[in-house]
């Protein structure tokens, strides 16, 4: 379907009354509801869905960049560009199912970016940028991403997930699964420390990309009484962030007190860049479930 803004986005339905969409621009997630219909994600209310600007909330892609971590604009250039739905897409061959079935039943979309002329002249390497989007029975949403270089010379990049999750009340969240892991701090010019937390809590601003995270990382929403559980592969670091009172009203397309609603857990691969010979394809992929809060992680 065609929005307000005339951009199309798929909505994905499950018999349960789950759902998702998903923009082809920029190939961005901007919705995702359970059975009683509860959004999980965060969107701004003052995002504008005008290229090229960003859709500020959702899913954002980060690639092949993320962040300033390099020459091309902040978080690379997938995030603002128009993807195309794959009707034919190569079959994801995953350690689990070598068949390359698609064993997740539910509904499906594939998309695909490749560089245009432009992007071949900002980063000049030609490559296949496909997301499968899976809503299964019960409302899970997976999410595999696959990077392949079809050009003649290696490339590396860096990817994200940049995942923003709604939450009643920021000061009631905690994260769990991050405990004694390296960060580097964005505040403190990327430099490493070692989380002290239990789990993490938010009293201000915390822009932080942990390393090396563990595959399950959960979101506890005290008010809610839900958590929510991230499966990731191929992702091994994760971006924990909020920008709290000050940040949130130096960003135009961000409510003030928007800050109070939101937590960014971002699985992505920043630390050790990625780097495809050509013909090579690399694979991440999230997984996010809601549970009830009675859910206590690591089980
Ligand atoms: O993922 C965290 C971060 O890198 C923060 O530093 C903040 O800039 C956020 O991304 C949002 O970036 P954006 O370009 O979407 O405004």
């Known amino acids: 379907t065609r929005d307000a803004a005339g951009l199309e986005k798929i909505i994905l339905k499950e018999p349960l009354g789950a759902s998702a969409e998903v923009y082809l621009y920029g190939g961005q997630v901007v919705s995702w509801k359970n059975d009683r219909g509860e959004e999980l994600l965060f969107l701004s209310s003052k995002t504008s869905f005008k290229p090229p600007k960003p ?5 954002p892609i980060c690639f092949p960049q993320f962040a300033n ?6 978080h690379g250039f997938a995030r603002n560009r128009l993807w195309s739905i794959e009707t034919d897409a190569p079959p994801i061959l995953s350690s689990t199912n070598a068949s390359g079935s698609n064993s997740s039943r539910g509904s499906t979309v594939d998309l695909i970016l490749k560089p245009a002329e432009d992007d071949l002249k900002m980063w000049t390497h030609n490559f296949e940028l496909r997301m499968r989007l899976t809503l299964k029975r019960g409302g899970d949403l997976a999410q595999t991403i696959r990077v392949r270089n079809t050009d003649t010379k290696p490339f590396t990049f860096t990817f994200a997930l940049h995942t923003y999750f709604s939450v009643s009340d920021i000061s009631e969240v905690r994260i769990e699964g991050l405990e004694t892991l390296d960060f580097l701090d964005n505040l403190q010019d990327r430099e ?3 989380e002290q937390g239990d789990s993490i809590t938010f009293d201000g601003e915390v822009d932080r990309v942990y390393v090396s995270t ?3 990382i959960a979101i506890v929403d005290h008010e809610k009484k839900r958590t929510i559980v991230v499966k990731k592969e191929g992702l091994p670091d994760a971006v924990v962030w909020n920008p709290w009172d000050k ?3 130096a960003m135009a397309d961000f409510g003030d007190d928007e800050y109070l609603h939101m937590v960014c857990v971002e699985p992505a691969v920043i630390e050790t860049p990625i780097t495809l010979k050509p013909g090579e394809e690399w694979k991440g992929r999230q997984e996010i479930s809601v549970v009830p809060s009675s859910y206590c992680s690591g089980q």
């Open 55 to 59: 859709i500020r909330g959702g899913i």
């Open 69 to 74: 971590v390099g020459a091309l604009e902040k």
């Open 192 to 194: 490493r420390f070692t």
């Open 214 to 216: 563990p595959t399950k």
């Open 247 to 249: 940040k949130a009203k």
